[in-house]
């Protein structure tokens, strides 16, 4: 069983789960920098760090959603390429209290929310800002309940299909 997935929450998860409605998913900050000339042909190796929190409040329940990538060129001696950060924020209802153990299924369920959203977001910054060729990772998984996020290894440049992380 992973950490934070539904199935090691405990019983109250599945009234949690159906009395939970999404109301918006918002873009609150982007930061985007170009480090170094590159060729638009090259590939790049996409590195990120992942930061999730909740807020409660009269707004219901916020999911902080935090990604900071790194491209970097691939080979031995990887260079800088670029930067970007980008965070997000998912307001939900709830008709159950939120409570420490639900906490991280909440975390689970905004990141399979949020993850959709950055992709499209970086494709698109991405193609416009005419950086390499990246492979972004479909889904993002794993995750601890004590850290729900992290540094992640990059994702090889050579690498063909993105699969799960």
């Known amino acids: 069983m992973k950490p934070n997935s539904p199935s090691s ?4 998860l599945g009234p949690f789960l159906e009395g939970l409605k999404i109301k918006v998913i918002r873009l609150r900050h982007l930061t985007v920098e170009s480090e170094n000339e590159f060729s638009h042909s090259q590939m790049a190796n996409f590195e990120y760090d992942l930061n999730m929190s909740i807020d409660k409040g009269d707004f219901g329940l916020r999911s902080n959603f935090r990604v900071d990538v790194r491209l970097t060129s691939g080979g031995d001696a990887p260079v800088p390429l670029a930067n970007m950060s980008a965070q997000f924020a998912a307001y939900y209802e709830s008709r159950i209290e939120l409570t420490e153990e639900l906490e991280g299924a909440l975390i ?9 959203y950055f992709r499209e977001l970086f494709d698109s910054v991405a193609f416009r800002c005419n950086w390499p060729k990246t492979t972004v990772p479909l889904m993002v998984v794993n995750a601890s309940p ?3 996020g992290g540094r992640h290894p990059p994702v090889p440049a050579s690498r063909k299909d993105a699969g799960e992380t």
């Open 9 to 12: 929450s405990p019983d109250g």
């Open 108 to 116: 689970f369920m905004s990141r399979q929310h949020i993850w959709p």
């Open 146 to 148: 004590g850290r729900p």
